[in-house]
């Protein structure tokens, strides 16, 4: 040792910051420098009266041994620990382990110097990685979504396992667009995330349809046009949306041909009434032209009512064609009282047995503005309603009551039509005014449809009143034909 310390060796061995120690072909402790000693927990001056095999835990004091012997046959520098795919434990003082790594280097007569390299945040940085690796491989193994990586010429490098099992456990080194069910949409080839749907083949042959998103893999890879991929199944899902077109396309038809009947209806019930009562004038007119001495004045009465009730089904057939096209409707100044009387007219003229009925007109009453005919309409199929439903519930003094003030509060007219019937219960009354919704077994349902229509058509409001039980009460505006003071 001395000419080695004569060298200025141990020096420099004891300037190290590494763990450094000498020992003899026997393997005892020779000397150690600060940082072994601190390394393995012991005082410096006990170092030199221990072994080699005192640093070395008990279970691979065997195998240390024999790699001493080959040591002592063959001496040069060499490393430890590196090469055998796993690290070196050393023995501290307290019986703990360290992971390390140790560097041979023959000194002469049998001596060797030992660099020891302390790597336990290298095992244990290895140990965060691997527990990272596992944990990331067993999550993309449990998501049943494709994970694919690609080079940048589309090449599959990698997959987890939805992605073997739809493209086979071969998948590694094949082009992604040999796997396309066809060329009419191409895989994306953009790393915006955005989201296309093309067709691909399984490994089984089966065609299914794949959500595809990618993003640059550069960042993970570090190699610039890579990509990293992820896909979802989308086939039922896209099935399930054609079937539901299909079906709605079907119930949109169904719809327009119930929409067709159901109008078709209204129209003949409405032009009903006024042909009949045509056919009943020209009946009398007919009648009294058989007779022996003519009757002129009733012959003449006769024929009025023909030319009234024929322009009245123009009128109708007019305003149901204005209402279905949503033409423009004339307003001028209307005449409640005048369109209260030909309601209860209408009605019984129907051959509809009316109940006391009561108009209540305003003497202060301002001028409304609407349309008549289409205002008496609306009258006419409130009264309808109204006689149906006192009729089916039979009241002892069955009464309908059309009242018109002025309604200072919303600047216009209100008229107000009530019975004494039994009202609409709540669950009819929010859909009262839905198209073809009726309590009633041959009801059409757009009896208050378009008596709402019409109303808004000359600026007005259409509703129930379900506050004003008991009986059926309904309220409608019409703006005035002059703005108030």
């Avoid at 080695?4 to 450094?20: H, K, Q, R, Y």
């Avoid at 005192?54 to 063959?74: N, Q, S, T, V």
């Avoid at 209402?323 to 209307?334: C, E, G, K, N, Y």
Wanted: charged letters at 25%; aromatic letters at 6%.
């Amino acid at each position: 040792m001395n000419s080695i310390d004569t060298d200025g060796f141990l020096g420099v061995v004891e300037a190290s910051v590494d763990p450094m120690l000498i020992a003899d072909a026997g393997g005892h402790i020779l000397y150690a420098n600060l940082a072994c000693a601190n390394l393995f927990g012991y005082a410096r001056e006990k170092l030199p009266k221990l072994t080699i095999g005192d640093l070395i835990p008990e279970h691979l004091r065997e195998r240390h041994a024999a790699h001493l012997a080959e040591f002592r046959g063959a001496p040069r520098s060499r490393p430890m620990g590196a090469h055998l795919g796993h690290p070196l434990y050393g023995r501290r003082a307290d019986g703990t382990l360290v992971p390390t790594e140790i560097s041979l280097s023959p000194l002469g007569d049998g001596r060797v110097l030992a660099a020891v390299h302390d790597i336990t945040q290298r095992v244990q940085a290895e140990e965060a990685v691997r527990r990272c690796s596992a944990r990331y491989a067993g999550l993309l193994g449990a998501i049943p979504d494709i994970v694919v990586e690609l080079d940048a010429e589309h090449i599959l490098r990698w997959g987890n396992d939805a992605a073997r099992s739809f493209f086979g456990e071969q998948m590694a080194g094949t082009a992604i667009d040999r796997f396309q069910a066809s060329s009419e949409h191409s895989f994306p080839r953009t790393d915006d995330g955005a989201v296309h749907n093309v067709w691909f083949v399984r490994a089984d042959g089966d065609q299914r349809l794949l959500a595809w998103s990618c993003r640059s893999a550069g960042e993970v890879s570090g190699e610039p046009g890579g990509l990293i991929c992820t896909a979802r199944d989308v086939t039922e899902r896209h099935l399930d949306e054609l079937s539901l077109r299909e079906l709605r396309a079907q119930m949109r038809q169904f719809h327009a041909l119930h929409v067709a009947g159901q109008t078709l209806r209204k129209i003949s019930h409405d032009l009903n009434q006024p042909l009949e009562a045509l056919c009943a004038y020209a009946a009398a007119a007919l009648k009294l032209l058989d007779g022996s001495v003519p009757r002129v004045a009733q012959l003449r009465a006769a024929l009025e009512g023909c030319c009234s009730e024929a322009d009245r089904a123009g009128r109708v057939a007019r305003e149901l064609s204005s209402f279905m096209h949503r033409d423009v409707i004339p307003l001028a100044p209307i005449d409640l009282a005048r369109a209260a009387d030909n309601a209860v007219r209408l009605c019984r003229n129907d051959g509809i047995d009316c109940p006391d009925i009561r108009i209540d007109i305003a003497p202060d009453l301002r001028p409304a503005l609407g349309n008549q005919r289409q205002i008496e309409s609306v009258l006419h199929n409130l009264l309808k309603n109204s006689i149906e439903a006192l009729r089916q519930a039979r009241p002892g003094a069955p009464s309908v009551r059309i009242e018109a003030r002025n309604d200072a509060r919303r600047g216009g007219i209100q008229v107000t039509f009530s019975d004494n019937g039994p009202g609409i219960d709540r669950t009819c009354q929010t859909q009262a005014f839905a198209p073809f919704y009726t309590t009633r077994q041959l009801g059409v349902g757009l009896g208050l449809t378009i008596s709402r229509a019409l109303i808004e058509a000359s600026g007005g409001e259409l509703w129930y009143d379900g506050e004003a039980a008991p009986g059926a009460t309904f309220r409608f505006t019409l703006p005035p034909t002059e703005p108030g003071p």
